[in-house]
């Protein structure tokens, strides 16, 4: 498509405030949990008469500087194991362009149904799975009274850690261990495979890091961050390259989002680890519900399944879209809920001190 | 001095929004031509990082948003 042809829309001060709102909300998460905060904002930009790719796009515009500052906030708190990020973000570029070529193929042999279907299907598919091993070992983590400030490393991160077969390693800060590359490699493109599809590839990213590699879940989220920059940049420079980045979108969701980013950052110094897991988790569950209230509709378009109601294909559209919505400001109220009684907790030790 | 700089970051912040707006028709003729324009984008969204994340940062420092010393 020549980016030409495509209508960059006028912007109106609604538009401008709502994007702002979304970006700092989106960016709180992000702050946070090392990403999630981005998968309102392409059909948030949709929904203002943005063409989808120009909104995914500005997008991938606005991650690249808004990881850049998180990542370098959480670096001063020492969070963030730059080697890994790297590592694992260089991979993900891999992944990112295979899995655009993936959605590509898709769309232009079934349509935008098609595309929809297979984004929301990846949504379900990796939420359920990745999702439901986060909030199972948030809630053990819970019922025993731990509050995972020394976090067990996981059995399979131990074994990655030790097993000799798997040929060259580096050492990783934050895992204080050998890791082999050969097992870097799948999480890396995996992430960015998941990136292009969902624009959040951080819900295997840091999980994998965490479970996998053997990294504390602080520096997982952290680290996420790094990679979401060289992602962001590729990601810029490939739809910069072919004309879509639509600049000024771009920039107002950073306005808002590296807002949120910072009180995000900040907020991780004030929780458990295990915070962290309950964050994701729900957020992660609540998008899980939010894509699988839509994919009977693209089913339906699809010819797959019977035929649904305009009213009923509505319903699930909104209940859908509201869900998500929900998700996202649910994330953000928990980490503003926990950095404020943090700071009041902090400030009464400070006073009794 | 610390609010001094918040506000010099301020300034500089609305200067960068102010000339994205008052040249938006050649922004975004610029965004469209592809190619090695490629390079407007990322520059600019550079720029911002530098200015609005550090600008940012001082705010909720100045409004005693800070992060936690220690443990």
Known sequence: ????????????????????????????????????????????????????????????????????????????????????????????????????????????????????????????????????????????????????????????????????????????????AHIPWLVTLPIGFATGMLAATIAVGGFVGVPSMHYVLGLPSMMASATELVIAFVMGLGGTIMYGWSGYVDLRLAMIILAGSLFGIQLGAIGTTYVRPYMVKVVMGTIMMLVLFSRGFIIPVYLSQLGWIAPISESTTTVLKAVSFWIMVAALVGGAAIVLGALISGMRRHALEGLAA | MKSIKLFAYGAVVAVLYGLLFAYEKEVVEICKRGGWW?????????????????????????????ARKSR
Not at chain 1, 39 to 60: E, W
Not at chain 1, 96 to 108: D, F, L, T
Not at chain 2, 38 to 66: C, E, K, N, Y
Request: hydrophobic letters at 55%; one cysteine or more; proline letters at 2%.
């Open chain 1, 1 to 176: 498509m020549d980016a030409s042809a495509l209508n960059f829309i006028d912007l109106s001060a609604g538009n401008v405030a709502f994007l702002l709102f979304v970006g700092f909300v989106g960016g709180m998460v992000s702050g946070f949990i090392g990403s999630g905060g981005a998968f309102v904002l392409t059909p948030a930009m949709m929904s203002m008469g943005v063409p989808g790719i120009v909104a995914v796009a500005s997008n991938i515009c606005h991650k690249f500087p808004k990881a850049l500052v998180g990542a370098l906030k959480r670096h001063k708190f020492g969070h963030v194991d730059l080697k890994v990020g790297l590592v694992l973000g260089v991979s993900a570029e891999f992944g990112m362009i295979y899995g655009a070529g993936v959605q590509q193929r898709i769309k232009a042999s079934l349509g935008d149904a098609g595309s929809n279907l297979y984004v929301s299907f990846a949504f379900v598919v990796v939420l359920a799975i990745v999702g439901t091993w986060v909030m199972i070992d948030a809630w053990s983590l819970h019922r025993r009274g731990d509050t995972g400030d020394d976090e067990e490393v996981t059995r399979l991160a131990r074994w990655v850690q030790q097993v000799k077969w798997l040929g060259p390693r580096f050492y990783s800060t934050g895992a204080k």
């Open chain 2, 38 to 66: 490629f390079l407007f984008p990322v520059a600019v969204a550079f720029a911002f990082s530098v200015f609005h994340g550090t600008f940012t940062g001082l705010f909720w420092d100045a409004l005693g948003i800070q």
